[in-house]
Each structure stands twice: as structure tokens, then as C-alpha cells.
């Protein structure tokens, strides 16, 4: 199991600027992709951002030139840093990572979720 938490959400003018943070933990795991989903009122949770083992990065396209996904894997935690937000940016962002984990010597691949964090831009 691994377990994720998210920190970082609050409520920012329009134009303003915030930085989630997603601290993973639990028993021995490894993880490959990290990534920021998000999830507004009405709406289906859609993929901000991830980026991978090797640093390869991925954003949405409303979100490119705004936002900064980076990990610290000595850490094992993945940012999120959010300038120029706009009110449509409003959703409650969670983390997710591709892991494999190892229990009694047997190593399995999933996807883990964080509980989420809000996210509420002002106009």
C-alpha cells in the first residue's frame, strides 16, 4: 500500500499563485509516474499534469505555460506549482502515482489516489 497526502490547496485571487505538494509513504515501493488530476463541480476528473521517472513531463493544454509539475524522488513527493490561476482552474486536485510495491516478496503494479485537495480561484 502506499499511501498519499496532499497539502497545498486553498483560495487564491484570480491572477494569484499556489504550490500543492503530495508526500507519498507506506511499505516498500517504487514508483514511476506521478501526476495531478483535478476534478471541478459537474465534471469528470481530468489529468493536469504527471511526469515520469525519468523526468518526462506532460500538461493539459489550459494549463501549459502556467503550471510546473516536479518530484523530489529522495523524497518521494511531487509538486504542483500553480501561477497565473484563473477562477475555471477551481477543482479539487489530487495526486495520483503509478507504483509497483513490494509485500512478502511479491511486487505489484497499481495506481494510488490521494484524498484530494481544493483548489478555489476568486474573479
Known amino acids: 500500500q502506499v499511501q498519499l497526502v496532499e497539502s497545498g490547496g486553498g483560495l487564491v485571487q484570480s491572477g494569484g499563485s499556489l504550490r500543492l505538494s503530495c508526500a507519498a509513504s507506506?511499505?516498500?515501493?517504487?514508483?514511476?509516474?506521478m501526476g495531478w488530476y483535478r476534478q471541478a463541480p459537474g465534471k469528470q476528473r481530468e489529468l493536469v499534469a504527471d511526469?515520469?521517472?525519468?523526468?518526462?513531463?506532460n500538461y493539459a493544454d489550459s494549463v501549459k505555460g502556467r503550471f510546473t509539475i516536479a518530484r523530489d524522488n529522495a523524497k518521494n513527493m511531487v509538486y504542483l506549482q500553480m501561477n497565473s490561476l484563473k477562477p475555471e482552474d477551481t477543482a479539487v486536485y489530487y495526486c495520483?502515482?503509478?507504483?509497483?510495491?513490494?509485500?512478502?516478496?511479491?511486487?505489484?503494479?497499481?495506481?494510488?489516489w490521494g484524498q484530494g485537495t481544493q483548489v478555489t480561484v476568486s474573479s
Open positions: 495520483n502515482v503509478d507504483a509497483f510495491t513490494v509485500v512478502f516478496g511479491s511486487s505489484r503494479r497499481n495506481n494510488y
Open positions: 507506506g511499505s516498500t515501493f517504487l514508483i514511476r509516474t
Open positions: 511526469i515520469g521517472s525519468g523526468g518526462t513531463t
